[in-house]
């Protein structure tokens, strides 16, 4: 069985992860991917200097925030970039997915949903927090300014619709503890499998 795991930027997605691996389950970071695809990959690092009209590779690696500056401000450009890089991470998927032999596996991806990675997997974890504590998580461990968060957050499904696609919710605030969420969840899982 696939599990996917989503929610928006700061929401918690890694942490809730974190559990699952802890409990034993493989996780594939969809995002972490997409990094290295992009990092590694010649033909992706030449489709993005040529939609971003910008070597963005000129100091040896990617410029990832001025790619983020790019791409958060277009729509059209971001959705190219998803276009090139979805596949490839998808793609990636299967492969790790064929190798491994837990009962079920994880793959954590902030749209998910968005990306169609949703018709990749059996069930949909969402991670949702309240958008100043993400604000405020993302700007401790980021360069990020409040307005490129904000960016980021306008670009991505909001956790209402996100939600009402899921089959299990996570609430991550200060006063939630995801530990217990987690164990539920898991072995509801484990009772499908």
Known sequence: MKVGVTGGIGSG???VCKVFSILGIPV?????????IMDTDPAIIS????ATGEDLY????????????????????LKKINSIIHPAVFDRFHK????????????EAAILIESGASGLVDRIVTVVAPEE???MRVIRRSKLTREEIQNRMRNQMDDDSREKLSDYIVRN???DMIIPAVLKIHEDILKHV
């Open 13 to 15: 997605k890694t942490s």
């Open 28 to 36: 594939f970071s969809a995002d972490q991917e997409a990094k290295a």
């Open 47 to 50: 489709v993005i200097i040529s």
């Open 58 to 77: 000129s100091e040896g690696a990617l410029d990832r925030a001025r790619l983020g500056y790019l791409i958060f401000r277009d729509e059209a450009l």
């Open 133 to 135: 504590e993400r604000i």
């Open 173 to 175: 605030s200060e006063n």
């Open 96 to 107: 790790w997915t064929a190798e491994q032999s837990a009962p079920y596996v994880i793959m």
